[in-house]
């Protein structure tokens, strides 16, 4: 019994000096930790595959970066006259007899961004509704901007390409608010800077935002981003934040960008599959026979009366001869007459006044980009189709700018758009929550004009319903035959005269056979260059002309003496050539598989043009000598028959580019409602 006892006083000891030990070691070990918390980051930045906090000076955590990421905040919103002020749209503009013309400047930067500099010229006239600017950079000159074709994570299945380092370039959208915040996901060490800009002209802050702490890029023009991330704590701490089997995806993305071979984007490899002008044929008479268009929720008497319509039309008494119309351009010239004649007395159309300038409501005159902003300010100052009351109304306009929602909202170099298109999401969503028509036929009797080339991906989804009248009119991008309208893209080289120039030399005296000339963009026009740049004295095919007042002239003479005008694609589909051919009276040659050429639906391109496909460049010559001088003197007269049909006036004419652009959008919409 003693001898247990004993046992039990020893084990009592020896429990609590092992006690003491375990205590001291825990005060040692906490004592260590907080005299090694300066050193934080560098041990941290030792240990791999670790959730990293980037902290200030204060010690306070401002960023948090998530294994590959550091979110930055983009300060523009909707309420524009927030940040900016009318006066930075007011500057002058040197006439564009300095613009460089034919020398295919447009938007060689590779990825359609824009031009930071000094040489972009913006000019407002007058105020309000008719409040055009005209924005000119040194780039406009030509089509063929490339739009960046790198869809983000939430389109992977579409994208044709992968890239390395995509992930580290998506954006997240922002949170659905008044003011429409945009946050953006910009890798760490990247530099995002405007050219031009000055430095000095940007500050930076640490904002606490919602709760959340974001670093906050403030730019005193919101049309000029101009960003540099150079954060240190999230750069030490971006390299131990990624795990070991994401360090390829992890690099600069400035690196991946400048690295020939590292990436292949859409615009620079040909189409996988291609749809012949005729096969675009079969699928329009095939949507016309059968509307995917939805169903109204609830019936509407200006429904009725569009029904009426389509009735009318399809009952159009045959035209043997017109005095107003040739009849050779069209599919079928007494429903387009009867058609129009019908919107003409019928449609009624409302103006979403929702929008803050100069995303909405601010149109563009001059330049690449005049069709939308010719569009909307006449369709804004009309009278005559426009009402006051929705209720009234057959159709409904979205009166935005995909050029000014790309030069406003896009960040140079970030290589990502999605903050553009949760910018129009939300802005759906806003008019259907504010209105009820939306949610009556999904935005099927909406519609909105755009001439930008990401119009079709910034669009794409939640105005999927909606009829689009694109200028990137690609059959495999989206684009729906019978739906949606190709709209012509219109180079305007002077907003106060935009017919300077008309006309051209007569059949007669149009000695070259081919014309073309222009920058190297895509892949196509490089092709073109390799089988006729100088192989050929009646194959007058060059690459860029040089810039000045002199070459400008040269270009429009050659336009004027030529027969055929070669209207190559650039980056996208579409190119503002056609319109220039028809412009100068030269039979446009189109090579663009997949393009579906202007007013499609109503227009019989193969009386006035000629469509080759893109396999056939080597056998350019031989194709246009094949053609009888009778169908080219009858293409050629067609030529300037249509002209009317693809000008823009001040004041808009009877059958004009404006009333072209809107009778095919009610056309479409004729053949699209279903009844309730």
């Given at each position: 019994?003693?001898s247990a006892n004993q046992f039990l006083k020893v084990f009592r000891v020896q429990t609590r000096r092992w006690l003491f030990v375990v205590l001291v070691v825990a005060v040692t070990h906490l004592l260590f930790q907080s005299l090694l918390l300066p050193y ?108 960046e074709n790198v869809e983000d994570l939430n389109d992977l299945s579409e994208l044709e390409i992968e890239r390395i380092g995509e992930k580290s370039a998506t954006v997240e959208p922002g949170e659905a608010k008044q003011s429409l915040p945009l946050k953006q ?492």
């Open positions: 019994m003693e934080g980051k560098a041990l941290r930045s030792l240990m791999p595959d670790s959730e990293v906090g980037v902290h200030d000076e204060s010690g306070l955590q401002a960023l948090k970066s998530f294994s590959k990421s550091v979110m930055v905040r983009n300060p523009l919103t909707v309420n524009a006259s927030d940040l900016m002020s009318d006066s930075v749209f007011k500057g002058s503009v040197e006439d564009d007899e300095d613009s460089k013309f034919g020398s295919d400047t447009g938007d060689d930067s590779g990825l359609r961004e824009v031009d930071g500099d000094t040489n972009n010229g913006i000019v407002s006239e007058g105020k309000g509704q008719d409040n055009p600017i005209e924005l000119v950079t040194d780039r406009e000159v030509d089509d063929d901007s490339v739009a996901i910009v890798q760490p060490n990247l530099e995002i800077v405007s050219d031009g800009v000055p430095e000095q002209h940007t500050s930076q802050s640490i904002a606490n935002i919602g709760g959340e702490k974001t670093l906050s890029i403030v730019s005193p023009l919101t049309n000029i981003t101009h960003l540099k991330t150079e954060a240190s704590n999230a750069s030490s701490a971006a390299s131990s934040a990624v795990p070991k089997s994401d360090i390829a995806t992890s690099v600069n993305i400035s690196a991946l960008i400048g690295s020939p071979g590292k990436k292949k984007m859409r615009c620079n490899m040909p189409p996988k599959t291609v749809t012949s002008i005729f096969e675009m044929n079969d699928i329009l008479m095939r949507h016309r026979r059968s509307s995917r268009a939805m169903r109204p929720r609830w019936s509407s008497v200006r429904d009725k009366e569009v029904l009426a319509a389509k009735t009318e039309i399809e009952k159009a008494s045959v035209s043997v001869s017109d005095q107003e119309l040739h009849a050779p351009l069209f599919r079928n010239v007494s429903m387009f007459k009867r058609s129009y004649e019908l919107m003409d007395r019928t449609l009624k159309v409302y103006v979403y006044r929702d929008g803050k300038k100069p995303i909405f409501h601010q149109p563009i005159l001059k330049g690449l980009y005049a069709s939308e902003g010719w569009f909307m300010k006449l369709m804004e100052g009309n009278k005559h189709f426009a009402v006051k009351d929705p209720r009234k109304a057959h159709l409904f306009y979205m009166p935005f700018s995909s050029r000014m929602l790309e030069y406003a909202l896009y960040v140079r170099n970030s290589h990502n758009r999605t903050n553009l298109r949760q910018y129009l999401k939300e802005y759906a969503e806003s008019i259907a929550a504010k209105y009820r028509y939306w949610n009556r036929t999904g935005g099927a009797d909406h519609f909105l004009v755009a001439c930008h080339d990401w119009a079709p991906y910034e669009t794409r989804h939640h105005m999927e319903h909606c009829i689009k009248a694109l200028c990137n009119a690609d059959v495999t991008a989206g684009f729906k035959l019978g739906r949606d309208v190709s709209l012509p893209e219109t180079y305007v080289r002077s907003a106060r005269n935009p017919l300077r120039d008309l006309g051209g030399k007569p059949p007669s005296q149009r000695h070259i056979l081919a014309f073309y000339a222009g920058n190297l963009h895509g892949y196509l026009r490089p092709i073109l260059l390799k089988y006729w740049k100088d192989k050929d004295p009646d194959m007058k095919i060059f690459g860029p002309m040089p810039p000045g007042v002199a070459s400008k002239m040269n270009y429009i003479q050659h336009m004027k003496s030529s027969k055929y005008c070669i209207c190559p694609k650039g980056y996208e589909v579409n190119s503002p050539r056609v319109v220039e051919s028809i412009f100068y009276e030269c039979v446009p040659v189109i090579i663009s598989d997949n393009f579906v050429p202007p007013f499609y639906e109503v227009l019989n391109w193969e009386a006035f043009s000629v469509i080759i496909a893109e396999k056939d460049i080597p056998n350019l010559k031989n194709i246009l000598l094949s053609i009888p001088e009778k169908k080219y003197f009858e293409m050629q007269l067609a030529v300037r028959k249509l002209q009317r049909h693809f000008l823009w006036h001040a004041k808009p004419e009877k059958y004009d580019l404006f009333h072209m652009t809107l009778h095919s959008i009610w056309y479409n919409r004729v053949y699209q409602i279903k009844p309730r």
